[in-house]
C-alpha cells in the first residue's frame, strides 16, 4: 500500500520535473521570442533603409522643361499654387521664374559660393531665360548652384524578384489608411496584436457562410507572417504567429507596426516580379506616387490584399471593382467616409495600367546599389539601424532619357531589319546604356536591357562581349605616350605620324592570322589620326607593333580594364570579353583629363537617423594620363565625330563638344558606341543574349541609340566645347608626309600635338630658291613692319 512517505518523494521529482520543463520551456521561448525579435529588427531596418536618386541639379544652363522639374516637384510632394508660395513644399511657376518654398527636410546644398548660413534657407529662386535656368537666388542671395532632395528609388531590404518602393507612414493618405484599416483589421488601435472578439466574429461567419467568408488575423499578425515565418498553414505555426503578434505589439508602437504593413503586403504579380507594398503598388497599377492615391484607388488596393492575384485590376477588373465596393461600404459602416465620398468613389470605373512601369525608377541601377551596398557592408549592423537614408548617384531625368532611348533604337532596329525580330521575350534583340559622370565615374543612368520585367539580368554590368573596335583607343593611347622603337628615327609617334594600311599577315601559334579592314578597304599610307578616326585594322596592328603589345596592355589595364587581356595580336582588335561598365570607366580618363576613378560606381553618401555619414566606400581617382595626354586622344576621338565612323553624330552638339569610337566585332555579334562629352560620358552595347551573329555594325546599331541619349541629355545640360590644357600646342602639317607644312605644301591639315612632339618642317615642298625667295619677302616684310 502507497504510504505518504512513499509518495512524498515521488512528487517531489514530479514537481522539478515540471519546474525543470517549465523552466526549459521558458528559456526556449524566450531565447525563440529574443532571435525572432532581433530578426524582425533586422528586417524593420533593411525595409526602412531608402535608397534615393541624386538630388535634381539646378544650375545655370539646366532646361527646366528637359529635365521635367514641375513632375519632379509632384514626385517630391510640393505643391504648385497661383500665388507666391507661403509655405514649405509649394512652389509657384511663371514665364521668367520658379519660386520654390523648401520644406525643412529638403533642404538643398549649395554647389558653390554664395551660400546662406548654417541653417539654410528655405526659399529658392530660378530665373529663367526662355526654359532655361540662368540665375539661382536663395533667400534673394545669388549661388552657383544647388540640388533638390533626392527621390526615394527603393529599400535596401528589397528582395530578388519584387518591385518594391518604400513609403512613410506620413506619405500615405488618411483615406488610404482608413480603407486598409478597413478591409483587414479596424480594431488595430484597440488590441494588442491579437483581436480575440475578430476570431470569434470571422469563426461565426465563415460557420454560417459554410467557407472561409472572414479572415481573423490582425495587421501584426500579417507582418510577422511575411517577415518571419513559412507560408505553411499548421496550428503551431499559427500559434507562434499569434505569440510573435502579442510581442511585437508590445515591443513596437502601432504607427511603426502599421508602415511595416504598408510596406511588406504583397498586392500581386506582374510577370517574374512580386509587387511589394502601397509604394510600388501606386507607380503599377496606377502610374502615381502614394500621396496621389485617391479614395478610390486606395480602396481598391486594400480591397485586393485578401487574394491580389485573383483581385487583380489588370486580369479581373470586374471582381476588383466588387472588393473595393465592399470595401467602401464598410468604411462608411464604420463611419469613416460619408454616403456622398461612398458613391462617388465607387462610381469610378477600375481603370488601371494595362503594362504598367515598374514600382521603382531605374532597376537594374537599383540591383547595382544593392550589390554595392553588400559588398561595401556584408554582414556588418552599419545598415541593421532603422532611418539610414543611401544617397545614389542617379539622375532621374537621365534614366528616363537612357530607357527610352533604349526602347526606341531597338524598336527602330527591329522595325528596319526584319530579320532582327524574335517573338519570344527571352530571345529579343537587347541593348545595354550606361552614362557616367567623367569627374566622378559614378553611374548617371543605367539601362541593362529593353525590359526589366521579362529580364532581369543586368547586361550593363553582368554582360562580358567583345568590345571589338572599341578597345582601339587603348592601342593609340600607348603609341602616342611612348617612344616607338620600330620607328625608323626612333622618334616618337603623333597624331600625323604615318602608318601603312595594306593587308598584313602575323604568325600566331605557328598559323598565319591576317585581320581585315571593314568591308576589305585599305588605304595605304595614312596618318596615325586617320588610322583611328575610320577605324582601319591593318594600321592599328602596325600602331601596336610599333609600341609593343606589352605596353599596348599595360595601358589598357592602367585605364580600367579589369578583365584578363594576352598578349597576342587579336588583343589590340578587341577580341576578348569585357562588360560595358568595365570599358565606359576605362574611357574616363580620356574625357576628364586623366584621371581613373575608383571605388563605389553608385554609392554617394550615407546617413543614419541620428545624423551620422558613413563612408561610402571607394578610393581616391589615379592619375594613368597627363592633361595634355587625355587631351591629345580626345582630339582623335573627336575626329570619329567629325569625318570618321561616327559622322551622324555631328549635329547634335556643338563642334567641339563630342568624341568617341564605334565598336564592331569581326563576326557582327556585338555593336558598340562610347561617346562623351565634357560633362558626361555614355556606352551603348547592343547584341542577342544568345551571341547569335545581328550583321550590324556600331554606327548602325548602337551609335543611334547614343545620339537619342545625348540628344535629350545635352538638352537638359548643355556642355561646353573641351578646355584645352597646358603641354598642348596646334600646328598646320602636310598630309602626304605628316611634317609641318611650308607654304608650298599641296594638302595641309590643323593637327594636334604634345609640346616638343611636332615633326620637322616639310623639305618635299618648294626648292631652295623658293625657299631664298620666301625668306626674302618675310624680311622685306618685317623691316616695313617697323
Known amino acids: ?303 485586393i490584399t485578401r487574394a491580389p492575384n485573383s483581385y487583380s485590376p489588370t486580369t479581373n477588373p470586374g471582381r476588383a471593382r466588387e472588393r473595393r465596393d465592399a470595401v467602401l461600404a464598410r468604411m462608411r459602416e464604420l463611419g469613416w467616409i460619408n454616403e456622398t465620398d461612398q458613391k462617388t468613389a465607387a462610381a469610378h470605373p477600375v481603370r488601371v495600367r494595362s503594362t504598367p512601369p515598374p514600382g521603382q525608377t531605374a532597376p537594374y541601377f537599383t540591383d547595382l546599389v544593392q550589390e554595392e551596398l553588400e559588398q561595401r557592408f556584408g554582414d556588418e549592423p552599419a545598415l541593421e539601424t532603422r532611418g539610414v537614408h543611401v544617397v545614389t548617384s542617379l539622375d532621374v531625368a537621365l534614366q528616363r532619357f537612357a530607357e527610352a532611348a533604349v526602347a526606341r533604337g531597338l524598336d527602330r532596329l527591329e522595325t528596319r531589319y526584319s530579320r532582327l525580330r524574335r517573338s519570344e521575350l527571352g530571345d529579343k534583340l537587347q541593348a545595354a546604356l550606361i552614362a557616367l559622370d567623367p569627374a566622378t565615374g559614378h553611374v548617371r543612368a543605367l539601362a541593362g536591357g529593353r525590359d526589366y520585367i521579362a529580364s532581369q539580368f543586368n547586361r550593363a554590368t553582368l554582360g562580358h562581349r567583345q568590345p571589338g573596335s572599341a578597345f582601339k583607343p587603348f592601342v593609340y593611347a600607348a603609341a602616342l605616350a611612348v617612344r616607338a622603337s620600330s620607328d625608323e628615327n626612333n622618334r616618337v609617334l603623333t597624331a600625323a605620324s604615318l602608318v601603312d594600311d595594306t593587308p598584313i599577315v602575323r604568325n600566331v601559334d605557328g598559323k598565319p592570322w591576317s585581320p581585315r579592314n571593314y568591308e576589305d578597304r585599305y588605304e595605304g599610307r595614312v596618318s596615325v589620326r586617320r588610322a583611328l578616326v575610320a577605324s582601319l585594322n591593318a594600321a592599328t ?64 553618401a550615407i546617413h543614419t537617423a541620428d545624423g551620422t555619414s558613413l563612408d561610402p566606400g571607394g578610393e581616391a581617382a589615379k592619375t594613368v594620363l597627363s592633361p595634355a595626354g587625355a587631351y591629345l586622344m580626345t582630339s582623335l576621338l573627336g575626329g570619329v565625330i567629325d569625318s570618321g565612323t561616327a559622322t551622324a553624330a555631328r549635329g547634335i552638339a556643338p563642334a567641339g563638344t563630342l568624341a568617341g569610337k564605334t565598336g564592331t566585332t569581326n563576326d557582327a555579334r556585338d555593336a558598340w558606341f562610347v561617346g562623351y562629352a565634357p560633362n558626361l560620358l555614355a556606352i551603348v552595347w547592343v547584341g542577342f543574349d544568345d551571341a547569335h551573329a545581328h550583321g550590324l555594325s556600331g554606327a548602325e546599331a548602337a551609335l543611334p541609340i547614343w545620339m537619342d541619349f545625348m540628344r535629350q541629355a545635352l538638352d537638359a545640360y548643355p556642355a561646353s566645347p573641351f578646355p584645352v590644357p597646358s603641354g598642348i600646342t596646334f600646328a598646320d602639317i602636310d598630309t602626304t608626309n605628316g611634317k609641318l607644312a611650308n607654304r608650298y605644301c599641296p594638302a595641309v591639315a590643323r593637327e594636334t600635338f604634345l609640346a616638343g612632339t611636332e615633326p620637322p618642317v616639310c623639305t618635299d615642298h618648294g626648292g631652295p630658291v623658293d625657299q631664298v625667295v620666301d625668306w626674302w619677302r618675310r624680311f622685306r616684310n618685317w623691316i616695313r613692319g617697323r
Do not use: C
Open 541 to 604: 596592328l602596325r600602331v601596336a607593333d610599333a609600341v609593343g603589345l606589352d605596353q599596348v596592355v599595360a595601358t589598357a589595364q592602367a585605364l580600367g580594364i579589369d578583365s584578363h587581356l594576352d598578349t597576342v595580336p587579336a588583343v589590340t582588335l578587341g577580341a576578348f570579353e569585357v562588360t560595358p561598365l568595365e570599358l565606359a570607366r576605362a574611357y574616363l580618363p580620356f574625357a576628364n583629363g586623366g584621371l581613373s576613378p575608383r571605388g563605389a560606381a553608385t554609392l554617394t
Open 1 to 303: 500500500m502507497w504510504t505518504r512517505r512513499r509518495i512524498a518523494p515521488i512528487l517531489t521529482i514530479a514537481a522539478a520535473v515540471v519546474v525543470v520543463v517549465i523552466g526549459v520551456s521558458g528559456a526556449a521561448l524566450l531565447t525563440h521570442t529574443a532571435v525572432e525579435l532581433g530578426r524582425f529588427a533586422r528586417a524593420d531596418a533593411r525595409r526602412a533603409t531608402f535608397i534615393h536618386a541624386a538630388g535634381q541639379p539646378l544650375v545655370p544652363g539646366v532646361s527646366v522643361r528637359a529635365v521635367d522639374l514641375a513632375g519632379t516637384l509632384a514626385r517630391l510632394k510640393y505643391v504648385e499654387t497661383r500665388a507666391s508660395p507661403t509655405g514649405p513644399g509649394q512652389f509657384r511657376r511663371t514665364s521668367g521664374a520658379w519660386d520654390i518654398a523648401l520644406r525643412s527636410d529638403g533642404e538643398p546644398r549649395n554647389t558653390g559660393p554664395g551660400g546662406g548660413n548654417a541653417q539654410g534657407p528655405d526659399r529658392l529662386r530660378l530665373e529663367l531665360r526662355g526654359d532655361r535656368i540662368a540665375r539661382v537666388l536663395r533667400n534673394n542671395q545669388p549661388l552657383s548652384g544647388t540640388a533638390l532632395e533626392g527621390e526615394v528609388l527603393t529599400g535596401a531590404g528589397e528582395r530578388s524578384g519584387e518591385d518594391f518602393r518604400p513609403v512613410r507612414l506620413a506619405e500615405v493618405p488618411m483615406t488610404v489608411l482608413r480603407a486598409f484599416l478597413a478591409a483587414e483589421d479596424h480594431r488595430f488601435y484597440e488590441h494588442r496584436g491579437l483581436d480575440l472578439r475578430g476570431l470569434v466574429r470571422a469563426a461565426w461567419a465563415n460557420a454560417r457562410a459554410g467557407r472561409v467568408k472572414q479572415g481573423g488575423s490582425t495587421i501584426t499578425q500579417q507582418l510577422v507572417k511575411n517577415r518571419l515565418l513559412t507560408p505553411r498553414r499548421t496550428f503551431l505555426r499559427k500559434l507562434d504567429e499569434a505569440w510573435l503578434a502579442t510581442v511585437i505589439d508590445w515591443r513596437y508602437p502601432k504607427e511603426r507596426i502599421l508602415e511595416g504593413y504598408l510596406n511588406e503586403i504583397y498586392l500581386g504579380q506582374r510577370g517574374p516580379l512580386s509587387i511589394r507594398g502601397v509604394g510600388a503598388a501606386a507607380r503599377a497599377f496606377f502610374g502615381k506616387e502614394v500621396h496621389q492615391l485617391t479614395l478610390a484607388e486606395g480602396a481598391l488596393l486594400a480591397g
